[in-house]
């Protein structure tokens, strides 16, 4: 028979909090202590908004909505059209819908020349809803400090203290509808354009 002790799985004390009834709630092993850790672990990971919880929100952000702006029947060339999108915001919704008679990057119709941009600067917000000039294809300048947007390149800087494009609207069409389905850079003004 060998003389080795052997160690028993759960200590005494142990044990003894494990099967005593009488012991306050408060008390718990420190098996159970190292499980309920591993549990909690486990829920700050899921929970945490370093990890999962922020892929999780990126997730559920709102989309862009699909509205519907205007028919190709109703668009003259150079006339802009106004339109608000993606909400109604008096501030920061406001864009343009203008055919520009030659064909534009991201520009929809037959002639790929119907395009949309926001009429917000991108430098400091400055308003550019009237600076629209046919003869060049540009909004601008910028009555705040002359920045000058081409809308035949995605919105492009020409000149100006501006340092991103102008805000283009995603456009589709159906048929005869033209759709704002989205849009390309991030309005001033707004943490989120949607
Ligand atoms: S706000 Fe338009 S150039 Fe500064």
Not at 3 to 30: M, W, Y
């Amino acid at each position: 028979m060998s003389d080795v002790i052997q160690k028993p799985e759960v200590d005494e004390h142990e044990a003894r909090l494990e099967t005593d009834p009488g012991q306050s709630p408060c008390r718990i092993s420190r098996r159970r202590f190292l499980e309920g850790a591993g549990a909690i672990t486990v829920t700050l990971l899921v929970t945490s908004p370093w990890g999962g919880a922020t892929r999780a929100v990126a997730a559920t952000r709102t989309p862009y909505p699909r509205k519907r702006i205007a028919g190709l029947d109703e668009l003259v060339t150079n006339k802009p059209i106004p339109f608000r999108y993606p909400d109604d915001n008096a501030t920061y919704s406001n864009h343009l819908l203008i055919k520009l008679g030659e064909k534009a990057g991201g520009g929809v119709g037959k002639d790929g020349d119907v395009v949309a941009f926001s009429t917000l600067c991108t430098h400091m917000g400055g308003i550019l809803a009237s600076s629209y000039k046919s003869d060049s294809k540009v909004m601008g300048p910028c009555p705040t400090h002359l920045s000058t947007f081409d809308l035949t390149r995605h919105g492009m800087i020409v000149s100006g203290h501006a340092t991103q494009s102008l805000v283009q609207v995603v456009l589709e069409t159906d048929g005869n509808d033209i759709y704002a389905t989205g849009l390309q850079g991030l309005v001033y003004g707004r943490s989120a354009n949607s």
